[in-house]
């Protein structure tokens, strides 16, 4: 089991940066794939980022591609969520997830991953 506790929202304008964090429990955490995903009010969940534990393979939506960089630290067991030139629609609840034990790929739906935080809110204000 992996517990998994965001942090590092908040309420921003738009073209700040916020850097999320997402410390993971447990020692085998490097073998974790690990995602971000983000739900606005009324919308479905969606896929921001995704790190697999394989050499560190990354992959992003399109609508955050070039402005969002995910990185892990597995000495930490954080992941990390850096988010520059935010707009106001990145405001959204935003959430870590783990893929299962040994996933290489992580794909972007959220079915694929087996535990979540509780997410932070990241507001961006035009």
């Known amino acids: 089991q992996v517990q998994l506790v965001e942090s590092g929202g908040g309420l921003v304008q738009a073209g700040d940066s916020l850097r999320l964090s997402c410390a993971a429990s447990?020692?085998?955490?490097?073998?974790?794939?690990m995602g971000w995903f983000r739900q606005a009010p009324g919308k479905e969940r969606e896929f921001v980022a995704a790190?697999?534990?394989?050499?560190?393979?990354?992959y992003y939506a399109d609508s955050v591609k070039g402005r969002f960089t995910i990185s892990r630290d597995n000495a930490k067991n954080t992941v990390y969520l850096q988010m520059n030139s935010l707009k106001p629609e990145d405001t959204a609840v935003y959430s870590c997830?783990?893929?299962?034990?040994?996933?290489?790929?992580?794909?972007?739906?959220?079915?694929?991953?087996?535990?979540w935080g509780q997410g932070t809110q990241v507001t961006v204000s035009s």
């Open positions: 997830a783990a893929a299962p034990l040994g996933t290489e790929v992580p794909g972007p739906s959220p079915n694929e991953y087996a535990y």
């Open positions: 447990g020692r085998t955490f490097r073998i974790y794939s």
């Open positions: 790190i697999s534990w394989i050499a560190g393979s990354t």
